[in-house]
């Protein structure tokens, strides 16, 4: 999805040290990643294993957001997903680690880079999915805006106690 002044494209490698001081500098305006400082390097939370894509927005020759999909695994999240669609979890995609620059909040950046995997995951012929805390309520906002549905709720090892349960959520086919 083009956005009127910023361009998407694939991550690079040469991306993440400037994605990881962006996710410092957005933490304190999201909330996101909860559980901060993290116990290991930000680019390892940034790229994650079984990564099938990932892209960032950049704008005025500065990266301002990133997301990327990945495959679904077992677990928890799995579970509620799968029993929620109706669906194995192959035929899913979990759009993961969608961020953007506080600086360049409100100007579509991040609902372009929520479309850009979305096509992907609707190209590759699976179901988009996610998880978002419940606190973070400008993102729950996005999501139920483009049309996601909550189809369960729970609490993940890396949420804090004093947390609401984590929803889980899914982008009906006719949707998105």
Request: a negative charge; hydrophobic letters at 45%; glycine letters at 10%.
């Amino acid at each position: 999805m083009p956005l009127p002044d910023a361009r998407i494209r694939a991550r690079t490698p040469d991306d993440l040290p400037a994605l990881a001081e962006m996710l410092a500098a957005q933490r304190p305006y999201s909330g996101y990643p909860q559980r901060w400082p993290l116990p290991f390097p930000a680019e390892d939370f940034i790229r994650r294993d079984g990564e099938d894509a990932a892209w960032v927005a950049d704008l005025d020759a500065e990266v301002v957001g990133h997301v990327s999909v990945c495959g679904v695994g077992t677990g928890m999240e799995a579970d509620l997903w799968t029993a929620g669609t109706g669906r194995g979890a192959e035929e899913l995609a979990a759009v993961s680690v969608l961020f953007v620059a506080h600086t360049a909040r409100g100007r579509g950046v991040g609902s372009g880079l929520l479309a850009t995997a979305v096509e992907a995951i609707r190209a590759s012929g699976r179901t988009p999915v996610l998880d978002v805390v419940q606190e973070t309520t400008a993102a729950v906002e996005l999501y139920r805006r483009t049309g996601w549905e909550v189809v369960g709720e729970g609490r993940p090892w890396w949420l804090p106690a004093d947390h609401l349960p984590v929803l889980f959520m899914a982008l009906p086919d006719d949707r998105g």
